[in-house]
């Protein structure tokens, strides 16, 4: 498993395999996103791993298993153990050992989610609090929620994403109505992201720049090979 590990790279750990961590961690592989999970149960690490799962055992709050877990060469990790104390910790030292990392953390206390940020987590997210706006949602507007749901859980082919627009992308300067990257795989374009702010339904005359974000819904091998197209040259 280590072996398999260390071949990877622009992968996301997972840090706790339980509820919350498995939702992740399906998340992450039908979108076709390489994950390692670090879990210190040794009956659910050996379940995962009958699964095919990528998993490594132990302790994710130890410097020595973040390293195993290649955080030095990750795109992302979330960590969702089960006290905010420990997410705390694992978070200081995922961000001591890679300041190009997204790190996102689960916390129960809402009140706590400013330390997390203050000392390196990209987002920290409440679920009591995610799960109260659901509920709001579902009593007043049950339609919209429906929509979604059918969109984007019972067809579990298709992910609301962001794609950026990379550095030396060849669409850089170009029109959105000449992104063949989008058209060519019916991708559907919903907003943009520039300078920190979102344009929805953007012009079609709008020229694409470098760091722009775009996001789209479609299914993830589209999104996949979208992704590709523009941050190539």
Same mark, same amino acid.
């Given at each position: ?7 990877? @790279? ?22 076709? *996103? ?16 009958? +699964?095919? *799962?990528?998993?490594?055992?132990? %302790? ?13 060469? =990750? ?7 089960? @006290?905010?104390?420990? !997410? ?32 390196? $987590? ?5 679920? !009591? ?7 709001? @949602?579902?009593?007043?507007? /049950? ?5 979604? %749901?059918?969109?984007?859980? %019972? !067809? ?17 300067? $170009?029109?959105?109505?000449?992104? !063949? ?5 019916? #991708? ?13 339904? /953007?012009? @079609? +005359?709008?020229?694409? +720049? $470098?760091?722009?974000?775009? #996001? ?7 999104? +996949?090979?979208?992704?590709? =197209?523009?941050?190539?040259?």
């Amino acid at each position: 498993m280590q072996k398999s590990v260390r071949k990877l @790279s622009h992968h996301y750990i997972v840090c706790g395999a339980g509820k919350t961590g498995m939702h992740v961690v399906e998340e992450l592989v039908r979108t076709k *996103r390489p994950c390692v999970i670090i879990e210190q149960n040794a009956e659910r690490a050996e379940r995962l791993t009958e +699964q095919k *799962r990528m998993v490594l055992q132990g %302790d994710a709050t130890e410097d020595s298993m973040l390293t195993l877990a290649g955080v030095e060469r =990750a795109a992302g990790l979330v960590t969702t153990l089960p @006290s905010d104390k420990d !997410n705390l910790f694992v978070v200081i030292t995922a961000r001591g050992m890679s300041q190009k990392l997204r790190i996102v953390a689960k916390i129960s206390d809402l009140g706590s989610r400013g330390k997390f940020l203050r000392n390196g $987590a990209d987002s920290a997210v409440s679920a !009591n609090f995610i799960g109260g706006l659901r509920m709001a @949602s579902e009593l007043i507007r /049950p339609d919209a929620v429906s929509f979604l %749901d059918t969109m984007l859980r %019972d !067809n579990s082919d298709l992910r609301v994403e962001d794609i950026a627009v990379g550095a030396h992308s060849r669409y850089s300067g $170009a029109t959105l109505a000449h992104c !063949n990257a989008l058209h060519e795989h019916g #991708i559907l374009l919903v907003s943009m992201k520039r300078d920190g702010l979102y344009t929805f339904n /953007p012009p @079609s +005359q709008t020229k694409l +720049q $470098a760091g722009d974000s775009l #996001i789209v819904i479609g299914t993830p091998e589209q999104i +996949q090979t979208a992704r590709k =197209a523009l941050n190539h040259s």
